[in-house]
């Protein structure tokens, strides 16, 4: 699991140059376990910027946020969201 900053959870308008670079020194560490970023990660933008060097990304508040206005028969549409 990596942590993509030092702050709270929650919506982001993207990773910056530094967040981006740590991303990519981790997957050049060819580590045995598939790395998962967290944090920050809400909208197809901040999903693809964080998978360009990991396995995955964790969506934590913007899917609660998601459930709680729509429902969970809303789901497929918010993956549906995330892709490009």
Known sequence: YMVSSASTTGAKEGFGDEQRAYFQRIAKMDLKNPQI???GISNAQTFEQATEFAKGAI???AFIK??????????????KS???
């Open 37 to 39: 970023v967290g944090f």
């Open 66 to 79: 998601w459930l709680t206005n729509k429902g969970t028969s809303a789901i497929a549409s918010f993956i």
């Open 59 to 61: 969506i934590g508040s």
């Open 82 to 84: 995330l892709r490009p």
